[in-house]
């Protein structure tokens, strides 16, 4: 079936410091989407990307759809100890299909 | 409140007894679905409903079942569990026609099958 694969799996990094993260696949997908998840809380969205190389920021969060259709990255700037959590890409199919990348888990030390 | 409300919370249980896990939202979604998230899977859909009596699997859909009698309602029913779906559940809802694709995650349900 589609996949997703999603990098980096994890990552270590100070207060302050600039992350990025993306999503591949050998599929192409109608929307990207960007999630949050808090521990022992379900996922939140924070971005939804609907055309090919579209560029949408939401604070210091900004994720873009990729030319292909097939990728996506986020990127965080200045990352905060708030920024905690398991980040999730999901790509969205035509018949309203919606799959997950397996899970970017930021940790930022202050 | 705008929200989607899972039961139980938690449940530990033994392979081969049904089980059922509900899930309703108060936002008049039309489409609602059920994941499921297991360590270095990421979240993998079950099933899904577009609406009341319209639904389709999902990537993982063995050993589940589904019904959407109404729309605020959709439960996810296990007939014979087995120790393999012990995994963390969670069900998501979002308006099916609009300009955005924001799902909204109910709290999760912990399932284990011993």
């Known amino acids: 079936g589609q996949q997703l694969n999603q990098s980096p799996q994890s990552m270590f990094i100070q207060e302050g410091e600039d992350v990025s993260m993306n999503c591949t696949s050998s599929s192409i997908f109608n929307t990207w989407l960007w999630y949050k998840q808090d521990p022992g809380e379900g996922p939140v969205l924070l971005i939804a990307?609907?055309?090919?190389?579209e560029l949408t920021s939401n604070g210091r969060l900004t994720a873009q759809f990729g030319i292909t259709r097939k990728d996506s990255f986020l990127n965080i700037s200045a990352s905060i100890p708030s920024d905690v959590g398991i980040y999730f890409c999901?790509?969205?199919?035509?018949?309203?299909?919606?799959?997950f990348g397996a899970g970017t888990r930021l940790f930022v030390k202050a | 409140e705008a929200q989607v409300t899972q039961n139980p919370r938690y449940l530990i249980t033994v392979t081969g007894k049904k089980l059922t896990v509900t899930c309703s939202q108060n936002?008049?979604?039309?489409?609602m679905s059920w994941y499921r998230q297991d360590p270095g899977l990421g979240l993998r859909q079950i099933y899904y409903s577009m609406n009341v009596e319209v639904t389709d699997k999902g990537d993982v859909p063995e050993g589940y079942k589904v019904s959407r009698k109404e729309k605020r309602n959709f439960p996810l029913i296990l007939e014979s569990p087995s120790p393999n779906q012990t995994s963390l559940y969670f069900c998501?809802?979002?308006?099916?026609?609009?300009?955005?694709?924001?799902?909204?995650f109910g709290p999760g349900t912990r399932l284990t099958v011993t």
């Open positions: 998501a809802s979002s308006l099916l026609w609009s300009d955005s694709y924001e799902q909204y």
């Open positions: 999901a790509g969205r199919t035509g018949g309203f299909k919606t799959i």
């Open positions: 990307l609907y055309k090919a190389g």
């Open positions: 936002m008049n979604h039309e489409y």
